[in-house]
């Protein structure tokens, strides 16, 4: 789950008359202040375990780079022997790709290659660098493995290319995309049977058609969505074998809903229930129905699962709903789940994505998540009670509620206090009460919950630099 970006609100002092007196003190300008915080959080990290510690070094070496500070970012990289796909998207924002593209190349062919690409190209998009984008995913289709990683960044560029109007680009971007599909092999290699069981052999193919298909559908672009859908019906009409058919079929189902033909979508999905142990292909129908607007045929749909598997997908459902902003939606998903764990856990969550946008909203679902998190504190493993009480603390930060979030982030119950402190400072920041949000992240024993803060202040910063002159924070 990624945190916000940060509006504006620190202020730059400026004189009004003369120089800067001889003798006083002076500040740091805010991207040196960045850049000594980021070294702060990097000097923590091999106090940090082993696990832990590359990833934190990771994203610490990427903010690095964003600041400007190479020489900071690679020893940050190097000492955790981190990966490298941060600094390949910071550089790419930066507008510094050739620096990018050679840092990635010497790596050897495999998922930590595809990735940092991939991250590459997600960089370049955030900038609008389509053909660059376009570039970066041909790389990441040399490797057949990862074609899966090529195609997210087509259809990526893809729907921005639509969504700016330029249908030209988009269409020869939707035909690379099929092109990279049709090659792709039909079941994935590692399709096997167990002997006597009767298994879904899934479709590679069938699988990039359909996800081709709900970008499209979102795009806007029906007309091409039924033409691909079409291909997944083509390829079920012609498959003998019975096991890998029902497989195609499974896709189709969703790939109908994913185009709003979701009377289609429960013919075809009917007849694979057992298959699929009902929900395995419910959810992604009920998913598309809830989406669309249909919260109370969603919840229909899932109602034809057996309940304990119901479980997982209405909590996938009230997060889809409320990433949409539908928070009434989002709730009624919730009142469906019964179990007293997982409640006060999907209330929590709901708050978190609704504290800014419906803080009233969010207070009541954070509240409630609070009583009934402790009322089955006993009730319930102690890692499903450490969820909910995570994302109150978070919620409670995001909602602006500093005192309500410090109370549970310094109390008993929560064991990790890392993320819901990193979304502490961040909103203190946002406030305002920087000086505030470095004094709480220095007073942290834990190297991790400190170096976290203080990556965390350092990356809501350079966002206000960057929000307020863009161009000059690009020159750091």
Not at 36 to 63: C, D, F, G, H, M
Not at 117 to 137: I, S
Request: charged share 20%.
């Amino acid at each position: 789950m990624n945190l916000r970006s940060i509006r504006l609100t620190t202020s730059v002092a400026v004189l009004s008359l003369g120089q800067p007196s001889a003798g006083l003190p002076q500040e740091p300008s805010p991207i040196a202040e960045v850049k000594s915080i980021l070294s702060e959080a990097s000097a923590l990290t091999p106090k940090i375990e082993a696990y832990q510690r590359w990833a934190v070094a990771a994203n610490i070496a990427a903010q690095q780079t964003r600041a400007g500070d190479d020489e900071g970012a690679l020893t940050s990289r190097t000492s955790a022997n981190a990966s490298v796909g941060g600094v390949a998207y910071s550089l790419a924002v930066r507008g510094r790709l050739e620096e990018a593209l050679q840092l990635i190349a010497p790596m050897p062919d495999g998922q930590e290659k595809a990735v940092a690409y991939w991250q590459l190209a997600e960089g370049l998009l955030e900038v609008a660098k389509y053909g660059d984008a376009l570039r970066v995913a041909r790389l990441i289709s040399k490797d057949p493995r990862e074609a899966d990683r090529s195609l997210d960044i087509l259809m990526q560029t893809y729907s921005a290319q639509w969504k700016v109007g330029d249908r030209l680009a988009a269409a020869a971007t939707l035909s690379e995309a099929l092109g990279l599909a049709q090659r792709s092999p039909e079941t994935h290699p590692n399709s096997f049977r167990p002997l006597g069981q009767s298994v879904l052999v899934g479709s590679r193919r069938a699988a990039m058609y359909e996800r081709v298909a709900h970008a499209l559908a979102l795009a806007g672009n029906r007309g091409d969505a039924l033409t691909v859908v079409s291909y997944i019906s083509d390829m079920a009409s012609q498959e003998q074998d019975a096991e890998k058919r029902n497989g195609i079929l499974g896709t189709l189902a969703v790939a109908q809903a994913d185009i709003g033909d979701f009377a289609a979508a429960s013919r075809t999905a009917e007849p694979l229930k057992s298959s699929y142990n009902g929900v395995g292909i419910l959810q992604p129908i009920a998913m598309e129905q809830a989406r669309q607007g249909d919260v109370a045929a969603a919840l229909a749909t899932l109602a034809r699962a057996p309940q304990e598997s119901a479980l997982f997908a209405l909590i996938v459902m009230s997060r889809t709903l409320s990433d949409s902003g539908n928070y009434a939606g989002a709730r009624a998903a919730v009142d469906r789940i019964t179990d007293p764990g997982q409640r006060p856990f999907a209330l929590a969550s709901l708050a978190f994505e609704q504290a800014v946008k419906d803080p009233a909203g969010a207070k009541v679902n954070v509240d409630l998540a609070w009583k009934l998190a402790r009322e089955a504190r006993d009730k319930v493993p102690s890692y499903v009670f450490q969820n909910a009480v995570t994302f109150v603390a978070a919620a409670r930060a995001r909602m602006g509620d500093f005192a309500g979030a410090l109370e549970i982030i310094n109390g008993p119950e929560l064991l990790n206090k890392a993320w819901p402190l990193a979304c502490l400072v961040q909103g203190m920041v946002e406030a305002g009460k920087k000086d505030e949000a470095l004094t709480l992240a220095r007073s942290q024993d834990a190297p991790l919950a400190r170096a976290d803060a203080l990556l965390q202040i350092a990356r809501s910063l350079m966002y206000q630099i960057e929000a307020a002159n863009p161009k000059a924070a690009a020159q750091h």
